[in-house]
C-alpha cells in the first residue's frame, strides 16, 4: 500500500488512501456498559443536573488524581474561564498568548477586559515570560498562561513574575489533563486552572470543564457563580451575582466512564505518537513537536511544524494534499487570535509585536490521534507527507498551475 508517486495523490485525482474521513478531535468513548448503567440510573432516580451525585462524585475523583483541594466541574471551558476570571477579580488588561484558540481571548473580552496578546516562546510554544514583563502596563490586573498541546507553560518563571507584580495568575489547561509540570500534576498552579473536557478533548464529558483551586475563598465564589449565585444554605437566598456554569448528570456519567478507560487511552495516544515520530523521522523541513517523556503527558495532540524554505511546499498546500486524502488535518492556532475580530480590528498593529506567533501559526498542522486512529492509519498519513516534503517544489507548482 501507500503511494509512491506525486501523480497517484488524490489531489491530481488519484484514489483518496482513505475511504472514510480520519479526523483531528475524534472523540474517544469510556466504558459504554457503564455509561449506560449510569444513564439508567440517572433516569430513574429523576436526578438530572444541579450539583447531582454524578458531578459530585466526578469532581471528587478529579481532585484527587490531580492532588488539588478543589475541582468544581463546569458546563464547559469557556464558561469556566469566565466565571474564574471574574472570581479572581481581573479588570482592566490581562495578558494572554494569541496562539491560543479563540475561547481564551473571548473569555476576557466578553466581560470587557482587554486580552493583551503577547508572543510564545518558540520551544514551548506557550508564553514567554520575557515578554510578558514587557507587557505589563498600569491597567495589567493577571496572566493567562495557556499550556498549549498539554506542555506546561514555564510555571515557575510566570508564578514569580505574578507574584513581583501583585498579578492574577491563571492556567487556561484546556490541553493539559494528565499532565504534570516538574512532577507536579498540571490544575496545581497559579490561582486556579481551568480543564476542557470538551467532545474533542482526550477525556470527555461530551461537552465539559473543570476549574481547580486550593484557594477556599475562590472556590466558594466560583460554586456560587456557577450556580446564579444561590447561597448554598438556603433555597432563595441569593448573595452574589451569578450565571449558570452547571454540568449535567449525563455529562458526569460520560465523564466517569472515561474515567475507567482513561489510561487505555494515553496508551493509545503515546503509541500513536511514537509511531508518528518514527514514520516522519528524518523528512527536512517537517518537526514533530515533542513531549517530555519523564513527565506526565496525555499525548493528544500531534502538531508537525513545516518549513517551506525546506520542503519547497507551503504548510496549506500540505494540508490540501492530506485533506484531498480524506485526512482532516487542521491548522490550530492558525492565524492568531489576533488575526480574528474583533481583535484584528481593535489591535491592527498587534502583529508586530508577535513574529514568533505568526511564524509558528504559519507552519503547524494538527494530525488525528486517539483511538478512532490505528497505526497503520498514522503509517500511510506519514507516507504522505514523506511525499509531499520529498516532492515539495513539483507539487507546488502543479497544485499552483492547478488553481
Ligand atoms: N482553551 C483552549 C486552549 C482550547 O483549545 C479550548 C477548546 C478552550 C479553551 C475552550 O474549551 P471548551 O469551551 O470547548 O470546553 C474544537 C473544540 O470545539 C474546542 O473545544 C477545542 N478547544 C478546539 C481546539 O477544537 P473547533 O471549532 O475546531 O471544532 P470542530 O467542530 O471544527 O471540530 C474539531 C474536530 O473534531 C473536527 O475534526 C471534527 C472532530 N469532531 C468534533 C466533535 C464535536 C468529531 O469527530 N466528533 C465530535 O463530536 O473547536
Not at 88 to 95: D, K, N, P, S, Y
Not at 161 to 173: H, N, Q, V
Not at 307 to 330: F, M, P, Q, W, Y
Request: neutral net charge; hydrophobic residues 40%; proline residues 4%.
Amino acid at each position: 500500500m501507500g503511494k509512491s508517486s506525486i501523480e497517484a495523490l488524490a489531489v491530481f485525482g488519484g484514489k483518496p488512501v482513505f475511504e472514510n474521513p480520519l479526523y483531528v478531535g475524534r472523540p474517544n468513548i469510556g466504558d459504554r456498559d457503564l455509561f449506560f448503567k449510569y444513564l439508567n440510573d440517572i433516569l430513574e432516580r429523576r436526578w438530572l443536573t444541579n450539583n447531582g451525585q454524578y458531578v459530585q462524585e466526578l469532581q471528587r475523583k478529579l481532585a484527587s488524581m490531580i492532588g488539588v483541594k478543589h475541582c468544581i466541574v463546569m458546563c464547559n471551558a469557556t464558561i469556566a474561564l469566565e466565571i474564574v476570571i471574574r472570581a479572581l477579580g481581573m479588570t482592566g488588561e490581562v495578558i494572554v498568548p494569541s496562539f491560543t484558540f479563540i475561547a481564551t481571548a473571548h473569555s476576557l473580552q466578553w466581560q470587557q477586559i482587554t486580552p493583551v496578546f503577547c508572543d510564545i516562546d518558540p520551544e514551548t510554544n506557550c508564553l514567554d515570560p520575557l515578554a510578558v514583563e514587557k507587557m505589563i502596563t498600569p491597567r495589567t490586573t493577571g496572566i493567562i498562561g495557556v499550556h498549549v498541546w498539554g506542555r506546561p507553560c514555564n510555571v515557575e518563571v510566570l508564578t514569580e513574575i505574578a507574584r513581583r507584580r501583585g498579578l492574577k495568575l491563571l492556567f487556561d489547561a484546556a490541553h493539559a489533563f494528565g499532565c504534570s509540570y516538574k512532577g507536579k500534576m498540571i490544575g496545581r498552579f497559579g490561582d486556579a486552572e481551568v480543564f476542557s473536557f470538551h467532545a474533542t478533548k482526550f477525556f470527555n464529558t461530551f461537552e465539559g470543564g473543570a476549574i481547580t483551586t486550593d484557594n477556599d475563598e475562590l472556590a466558594e465564589k466560583i460554586r456560587l457563580m456557577k450556580n446564579f449565585g444561590f447561597s448554598r444554605t438556603s433555597y432563595d437566598d441569593v448573595i452574589y451575582i451569578g450565571t449558570n456554569g452547571k454540568m449535567s448528570e449525563v455529562s458526569a456519567a460520560m465523564g466517569l466512564a472515561s474515567l475507567e478507560r482513561i489510561n487505555e487511552f494515553i496508551d493509545v495516544n503515546y503509541n500513536n505518537y511514537l509511531t508518528y515520530k518514527k514514520g516522519l523521522a528524518d523528512i527536512p523541513g517537517v518537526r514533530l513537536i515533542s513531549h517530555n517523556e519523564s513527565e506526565s503527558n496525555n499525548y493528544q495532540y500531534i502538531i508537525i511544524e513545516t518549513d517551506e524554505s525546506v520542503t519547497g511546499i507551503s504548510r496549506d498546500n500540505v494540508v490540501k494534499i492530506l485533506h484531498a486524502e480524506n485526512v482532516r488535518a487542521r491548522r490550530y492556532f492558525y492565524p492568531g487570535c489576533h488575526q480574528m475580530e474583533p481583535y484584528k480590528s481593535y489591535f491592527p498593529h498587534a502583529r508586530l509585536l508577535l513574529p514568533r506567533t505568526e511564524e509558528l501559526a504559519r507552519r503547524v498542522i494538527s494530525l488525528p490521534n486517539g483511538t478512532a486512529v490505528s497505526s497503520g492509519d498514522i503509517s500511510e498519513i506519514c507516507r504522505i507527507i514523506r511525499l509531499a516534503a520529498a516532492n515539495g517544489p513539483e507539487i507546488q507548482k502543479k497544485l499552483n498551475a492547478a488553481d
